[in-house]
């Protein structure tokens, strides 16, 4: 009997949901951990409160002496709470979370020993940090890097430790991690959009970047997933046949939720109450076992920290109800994977969301800037975002069940695109007074400020306006948000300062009012944007051809995706909106390429150990019982044994067949690897694991899963499909 496997099976089944008790209201404990406004209030003095909060809104340097006064506040308020250590938390290139605990505890003299936190441990660390994806920037200029304090994420407590969200940077200033670019990026747009409102309000000051993010996620028992060593080390089912029963019937989107896992979720939002994570919504997800939470959109850098820790907790939280996370874009073949919707929006500090249409013709005007805007930004650098959201497990999941192509397209809705279809035909230069009556009265003015139709259940659209904010759905569940954000709002961000300048430059030579020069701008947008458009659905070859026709790009792998990373236009965009010098631009590509290569190498590694160790050795174990069953047909019928022993005989050709097969593949694999392997470029390497190596894995699959079929189950090593994905 296959041990592990029904070990395992019997452990999972045996499981007794974790009653979960909810003494408090949720708004009780929410922000508890938290070093937020409120708690400041508190412990800060008036000082040092001020000092923080212009830090906050106005990006003011916090100076030394204030740094101390909210370190000793700091301290006094975590031990308050029973926490013995602090961490600067950041988020390095990995794609984890990182931390190094310190004890507040020090020793004085006569033996003695103190509680201790100055402001020069809270300000900036230095992490032994030769060990982090550094794209070649600390060899190239032997710095070493340091973390320093962002004061616009708030300190939180997990456990017993205090943790400071910092930013990670080398001594010469470059980026090492995803939050410093992130915070330039919003910097820009805060600057070009406000920019931008002050033609319709002169009294906005700041505008603010909010993400929304849904997290989708697999919860697989833990015995049943650590019983498979290509989820154990790939977070992924390498091979697996298909159950019988999928997703087909759709059964289990927004089914009730089982009661094991709803107990999960019930404890994983208490801990997320308490560190000031507004989880919101849950659901079931389309395919078995997959599920989803969302939480009330925030202030991009604080949403983007706040889905970084969300899955960090979120695998502790779910150990103790004996299950496994899956965040991989595509853990079982056959059902739907798993995305994080990035849901954006702009808003200002007089309260006002750009991307909601008004009640009046000037707010929608104000609407259409944003909106027509984001559209042209998204047409010029298609090719970036797409490449904002490369990764070799994202790979899996573009232009599969559900999830949108690897084509980025923009939909808007029949409603939008009537009102920029009428938006193109406005006259060139200056209108005419009835023109310009028509246009705020039956275009601009009348805009619903409820769009019927976009609440879009249309998932294959990569980018897709719904209603008061554009939902970028092509981002993995995998992802760190800030790389996806980063790229749009720094995108947008170059849209509307080029916007500016040329609306004021009509102004200025063209001696047209301000109105007449938006809506001339946005007229050429209109028509220059069309090509990323598309409304249709976005599966399969007709739109891939179109796409094609309309000069998209459709990089299926991450290797070509990546290249627009580091195209000129990338590097230019970057250095010109100050978020990216072009070294950390090359170094961000080198690193994203380096990890492509070292996944694929990693799953190339898993899946030869499995075939060659796994599933052969117990192909040939039946034969041999097969054999054995033939062998003693023989004895009984003498020469007219192959009458009984049809089926035997041909499962027995079939395995040997299936075990050549899989043998030849594996060989042929390692051959592509070492290949690859002895190649130094970086690139060509990644290449070569993209189209040598990888292609490989489908076919030793196929003869696998068709041997699953075979082989007596009570034999068979691997936990099956339909036991991950239906023990609930
Ligand atoms: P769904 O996409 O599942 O229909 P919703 O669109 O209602 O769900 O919301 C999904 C996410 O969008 C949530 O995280 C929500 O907070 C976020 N969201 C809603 N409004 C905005 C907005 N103006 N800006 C950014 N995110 C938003
Ligand atoms: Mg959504």
């Not at 609440?455 to 990569?462: L, V, W, Y």
């Amino acid at each position: 009997m296959a041990k592990l496997r029904f070990k395992a099976i019997a452990l999972a089944q045996s499981r007794k949901p974790i009653t979960i008790k909810e003494k408090f209201k949720r708004s009780e404990l929410f922000g508890k951990n938290v070093f937020n406004e409120n708690t400041m209030r508190q412990y800060l003095t008036k000082e040092a409160f001020k000092g923080v909060m212009s830090a906050i809104e106005h990006g003011k340097k916090i100076d030394r002496k204030i740094a101390d006064q909210v370190s000793s506040s700091m301290k006094e308020w975590a031990l308050s709470k029973g926490v013995t250590h602090y961490t600067h938390w950041f988020q390095p290139l990995t794609g984890a979370t990182a931390e190094k605990h310190d004890a507040f505890f020090e020793t004085i003299e006569n033996g003695m020993a103190i509680e201790k936190f100055g402001g020069s441990q809270l300000v900036q660390q230095e992490p032994d940090a030769s060990s982090f994806p550094n794209g070649g920037i600390r060899n190239t200029f032997e710095a070493r890097g340091y973390t320093a304090w962002d004061p616009t994420s708030p300190a939180f407590i997990y456990g017993t430790t205090l943790c400071i969200p910092t930013i990670f940077v080398a001594y010469t200033g470059e980026a090492l991690d995803y939050k410093t670019p992130l915070l330039r990026a919003l910097q820009a747009i805060d600057s070009a959009a406000t920019d931008v409102c002050k033609y319709f309000d002169k009294n906005v000051k700041k505008v603010t970047s909010s993400l929304g993010w849904e997290q989708e996620y697999f919860l697989i028992d833990k015995a049943l997933a650590s019983s498979r060593p290509d989820i154990t080390l790939t977070g992924r089912t390498l091979l697996g046949h298909s159950p019988a029963k999928g997703q087909q019937l759709d059964d289990h989107y927004f089914g009730s939720i089982p009661s094991r896992a709803l107990n999960f979720m019930r404890d994983l939002e208490t801990e997320c109450m308490l560190l000031g994570i507004p989880a919101k919504t849950r659901h079931n997800e389309v395919a078995p076992n997959q599920f989803e939470l969302a939480p009330i959109y925030e202030e991009a850098n604080l949403a983007v920290d706040h889905n970084s820790l969300l899955m960090d907790v979120m695998g502790r939280v779910a150990s103790r109800h004996d299950f496994k996370v899956l965040f991989h874009e595509k853990p079982f073949a056959g059902v739907n994977g798993s995305g994080k919707h990035n849901n954006w929006s702009l808003s200002t500090d007089t309260g006002v969301n750009l991307l909601a249409p008004g009640k009046t013709p000037m707010s929608n005007l104000q609407f259409l800037t944003f909106f027509i805007n984001t559209i042209k930004a998204v047409n010029n650098h298609e090719a970036l975002l797409r490449a904002a959201i490369a990764s070799a497990s994202n790979d899996h999941r573009l232009g599969a069940n559900e999830a949108p192509p690897a084509i980025i397209s923009v939909f808007i809705g029949a409603q939008l695109t009537q009102v920029l279809e009428e938006l193109e035909g406005v006259t060139q230069g200056k209108l005419s007074p009835e023109e310009k009556t028509d246009l705020k009265l039956n275009v601009v003015g009348k805009i619903p400020d409820v769009l019927l139709d976009n609440t879009d259940r249309n998932r294959t659209s990569a980018f897709a306006f719904t209603g008061n904010k554009f939902e970028f759905r092509a981002v993995g569940s995998m992802a760190n948000c800030a790389n996806p954000m980063t790229v749009l709002n720094t995108i947008v961000a170059k849209q509307l300062k080029d916007f500016k300048e040329e609306v004021d430059a009509l102004i200025d030579k063209k001696d047209l009012k301000k109105d007449e020069a938006i809506f001339n701008v946005l007229r050429e947008y209109i028509k220059s944007s069309r090509n990323i458009l598309f409304e249709g659905n976005g599966y399969g070859e007709a739109w891939e051809k179109e796409a094609k026709k309309r000069g998209l790009s459709n990089n299926k792998t991450t290797p070509e995706a990546l290249k627009a990373r580091i195209s000129k236009k990338s590097i230019e965009l970057f250095e010109e909106m100050n978020v990216m010098s072009k070294v950390e631009t090359e170094a961000r590509y080198e690193i994203e390429i380096e990890e492509y290569t070292l996944r694929i190498q990693i799953e190339s590694r898993v899946l030869g150990d499995i075939a060659g160790n796994h599933i052969v050795p117990t192909a040939v174990r039946y034969q041999n019982m097969l054999i054995e069953n033939v062998k003693g047909l023989k004895e009984i019928f003498g020469n007219n044994f192959e009458e009984h022993a049809t089926q035997q005989i041909q499962l027995i050709k079939g395995i040997s067949g299936h075990i050549e097969a899989i043998h030849s593949k594996v060989e042929e694999m390692i051959n592509a690897r070492k290949k690859a392997n002895n190649t130094t470029n970086a690139v060509k390497k990644a290449e070569l694991y993209c189209k040598e190596v990888k292609p490989f894995f489908e076919e030793i699959r196929y003869h696998c899963d068709k041997l699953e079929l075979m082989v007596d189950d009570e034999i068979w090593p691997l936990t099956k499909y339909r036991e991950l994905l239906f023990t609930r």
